[in-house]
């Protein structure tokens, strides 16, 4: 807690009074996020330091491999991204969702990992999020199938987020966009999805 303590000070110090003005508005008026963003936990991606956005300006959700599970019709237990994603279409109406992977994911490793997952993990539950893109990958035979998961498992996200209705309706009625990138640590290039051809081209 000392470094967070110590890291506030610096920030009331020096950046709250640049935001200061900015966080009375949105204080007063709510926050009006055009995009949604379904980020990765790894504490090297942090989308708003990605974007160069300012507080306010995107709609966060990350947990383990930015993943969103398909909707379920009677969920039985607590669904925190499905309540998110939820929160920003029906509430915040954002004009994006965007599935923001990355290079060297710790949850693409454990999904490639080949031993036996543990019925009583957490972890390990979350992860089978990526069987389907793992069995895309395998029957392609990558050299590099750690880099190639990381990819598809953007691609499967977004599929999984059309199954939501009140997202596919959106998606009609008022154009919400559904996008992916992938985010490199190493070098911080950043790569798009191409809808058309489905390739990740990158941002330059």
């Known amino acids: 807690m000392k470094?967070?303590?110590?890291g506030y000070r610096v920030y009331r110090e020096k950046r709250w009074p640049e935001l200061r003005s900015l966080h009375r508005e949105l204080a007063e008026h709510g926050q009006s996020p055009k995009t949604l963003v379904i980020a990765?936990?790894?504490s090297r991606v942090d989308p708003?330091?990605?974007f160069n956005a300012?507080?306010?300006e995107l709609f966060v959700v990350r947990n383990v491999a930015n993943l969103a599970p398909p909707f379920e019709h009677a969920p039985g237990s607590f669904h925190g991204v499905s309540a998110a994603i939820e929160f920003a279409v029906l509430q915040l109406k954002v004009e994006t969702i965007l599935v923001l992977g990355h290079a060297q994911c710790g949850g693409v490793i454990a999904a490639l990992d080949k031993r036996p997952r543990n019925p009583h993990s957490f972890l390990?539950?979350?992860i089978s999020l990526l069987d389907t893109a793992k069995a895309?990958?395998?029957e392609a035979h990558h050299e590099h199938p750690a880099t190639?998961?990381?990819?598809?498992s953007i691609r499967v996200t977004l599929e999984n987020l059309a199954t939501f209705p009140f997202v596919a309706d959106a998606i009609r009625e008022r154009g919400l966009k559904l996008a992916g990138a992938r985010y490199g640590v190493a070098d911080g290039g950043l790569e798009l999805l191409d809808p058309a051809t489905g390739a990740f081209n990158p941002v330059v």
């Open 48 to 50: 708003a330091t990605i």
């Open 54 to 56: 300012r507080p306010g």
């Open 124 to 126: 390990d539950g979350w």
């Open 148 to 152: 190639a998961l990381e990819y598809e």
């Open 40 to 42: 990765c936990a790894d």
């Open 3 to 6: 470094y967070l303590i110590e």
């Open 136 to 138: 895309r990958v395998e």
